[in-house]
């Protein structure tokens, strides 16, 4: 802030203000010092991370869900009226809408996020509220002087645009025009009020499209970033945490490479988990999971605010939705593990450190509303049995406290737990292990290659398959001693992802600036008189990509082996994977048997190496 400052200001202004310095110094020399008052605090702000982000089909429905939000411990809401209700009009303006939405905010101590979007239609190129380029820089800049000048008393975080990277925004340079939508809402939100904070955003974790607009000139004009890793969280459902414990680290190293503030605030402002539409147990409980991981993975990492993706609805036609709450107004199980979390972690949780339960079970301590709280859990399909040699309380995600005593045992499954008085002995353990590496992975900052052996069950040696449902598991020998996977191409329910077969590699092989890298498939034909073949589409800084070279199996009944090699990775996970064979002009099947990704000569670590 006193940067920004310090370059808008005259010389003539620095010089009084350096003189004034000097006399305030020399006062203070030959006067008793006195006590400061503390600092006000901004109403507009506070530490919580418990966001809500609410779509645009029930968004009117706010008056109705505040109060439930409220009651939730929510203290964060997205959202605004667009640019074309606020504006209908090049000279009018109609704040009938959004006064509403400020004051029933203020009513619930909810703090709002504006998210500034979309083109009003007569600033549009085509009529309507999506296609670039706008016809004239200043009408942007005038709705954003507008809304602030308005606002500034209830609003601080502005997000610049819904997704630009994605459908919200047609463009043909959308990087370019991505970045002037930034930098004119920065200089302009800047200039009404110093003290607001401006967001860049992308839909999901688009890591590349953050790097090129920064780079196109958005650098220092953005105070904090925001991301939507849907994908992510649909991936620690079959096991991903470790990939998801990685989205705060690349971004930080994204940051850096661009001599951006390393201590940047970064916040989800979309992140949801469908479920059935109408009551559904194990729907519901696999939702309410998700959201507790969603807010707990987030948290540890250092995200400061999680908005969940939303309170009630959208409706998609599908029997699914991400709302907290039903179409009928009754809560959903996500909305009592929301609240139960709220009321355990308190308002302001502190993140101390991890514990590895049980070799394998996650376990992350917080200093919660009245002491210490351990999140745990085990990963998808284990069990893990715990025991403390002092009584503890344990919270399940419907609130209910439950006492264990010590030596009995806990059974962790991959439903959350909160854990209270947690002996001091584990706390200080945990706390000491901040900043360490996540155990549940393993070590692979320094490993040469990592594999995964593909079969009924994958062996995981630093490389996961992602989404194993598009495959299946084929038994090749009469004695069942060793089984592979083949793409399932049959499958109608699959639809066209039968084709596609996902691998996500350990964050600590290959963080953010990992470029070079060679990926080997170990295959055969399913029949060897019939052709089949494959390519490699993978996670570039410009988004996903395809490899050079379509690779068609040799005709036999061997294993046969292909190495891709690449030269502009970018594997921080952008919708959960960082690459697939993608076998869609393939003609028929094949088993695969193992998957390789090996460093280039040049990327590989120390002495240490595996």
């Not at 030269?567 to 921080?572: I, M, W």
Request: positive net charge; proline residues 6%.
């Amino acid at each position: 802030m006193m940067r920004t400052q310090a370059k808008s200001c005259p010389g003539k202004y620095r010089i009084a203000v350096a003189i004034a310095g000097g006399l305030v110094l020399a006062l203070a020399a030959v006067r008793p010092a006195t006590a400061q008052p503390p600092a006000k605090a901004d109403p507009r702000d506070d530490a919580s991370p418990w966001g809500i982000a609410s779509g645009a089909e029930w968004s009117g429905d706010y008056p109705k869900f505040n109060p439930m939000l409220q009651k939730a411990g929510v203290g964060w809401l997205r959202l605004f009226p667009e640019w074309q209700v606020i504006q209908p009009k090049k000279d009018q303006w109609n704040w009938k809408s959004s006064d509403a939405m400020a004051a029933d905010a203020r009513a619930n101590n909810i703090h709002l996020l504006v998210c500034w979007a979309y083109l009003a239609p007569w600033a549009s190129a085509d009529g309507g509220t999506r296609k670039f380029p706008i016809k004239d820089i200043r009408y942007w800049r005038d709705y954003i002087t507008g809304t602030v000048e308005r606002y500034q008393k209830d609003v601080k975080y502005w997000e610049v645009w819904n997704e630009f990277n994605g459908s919200f925004g047609d463009s043909k340079n959308k990087v370019k025009d991505y970045a002037e939508l930034v930098v004119t809402a920065y200089d302009a939100g800047k200039k009404i009020d110093p003290t607001a904070k401006i967001g860049l955003s992308v839909a999901n974790f688009d890591v590349g499209f953050l790097d090129a607009v920064i780079k196109a000139g958005a650098a220092d004009h953005f105070d904090f970033i925001c991301v939507h890793p849907y994908e992510n969280l649909g991936a620690v459902a079959e096991g991903g945490e470790v990939g998801y414990l990685s989205l705060a680290g690349n971004l930080r190293k994204m940051l850096a490479a661009n001599k951006q503030r390393k201590d940047i605030p970064l916040w989800i402002t979309e992140i949801g988990f469908q479920a059935p539409t109408k009551p559904d147990a194990k729907g519901d409980a696999e939702q309410a999971d998700m959201l507790a991981k969603a807010y707990v993975l987030s948290i540890v990492q250092g995200f400061e605010r999680i908005f969940w993706f939303e309170a009630r609805g959208p409706a998609y036609g599908k029997g699914t939705d991400h709302g907290i709450i039903r179409p009928d107004w009754t809560p959903r199980p996500a909305y009592d593990a929301l609240k139960t979390m709220t009321a355990v972690l308190g308002q302001q949780p502190r993140y101390l450190g991890w514990l590895d339960l049980g070799k394998g079970g996650y376990g992350f301590l917080f200093q919660g509303q009245k002491g210490n709280v351990l999140a745990a859990w085990s990963p998808a399909g284990k069990e893990y049995k715990v025991k403390f040699d002092a009584e503890v309380a344990v919270t399940d995600l419907a609130g209910k406290q439950s006492p264990l005593p010590a030596g009995q045992e806990l059974v962790l499954t991959q439903r959350p737990v909160f854990i209270s008085d947690v002996p001091a002995d584990l706390a200080k353990q945990a706390q000491g292990n901040d900043g360490k590496p996540y155990p549940w992975g393993g070590d692979y900052a320094n490993a040469k290659v990592v594999t995964c052996r593909l079969g009924a069950a994958n062996t995981e040696d630093g490389l996961k398959q992602v989404n194993p449902k598009t495959t299946v598991v084929v038994n090749e020998q009469e004695t069942l001693v060793e089984s592979y996977r083949r793409p399932d191409f049959a499958n109608p329910a699959l639809k066209n992802e039968g084709r596609y077969v996902y691998f996500r590699v350990d964050p600590q092989f290959v963080p953010f600036g990992t470029k070079e890298l060679e990926i080997t498939i170990v295959a055969k034909r399913l029949a060897s008189d019939k052709e089949a073949g494959m390519n490699l589409t993978y996670e570039s800084m410009k988004g996903y990509t395809g490899a050079q070279g379509w690779w068609t199996i040799p005709k036999d009944d061997k294993w046969h082996e292909n190495t891709w090699k690449i030269s502009d990775a970018n594997f921080v996970g952008q919708w959960g994977w960082n690459f697939r064979f993608d076998a869609n002009g393939s003609p028929n099947e094949f088993l695969i048997k193992e998957v390789r990704v090996k460093k280039a000569a040049g990327c590989i670590g120390p002495a240490k190496a595996k």
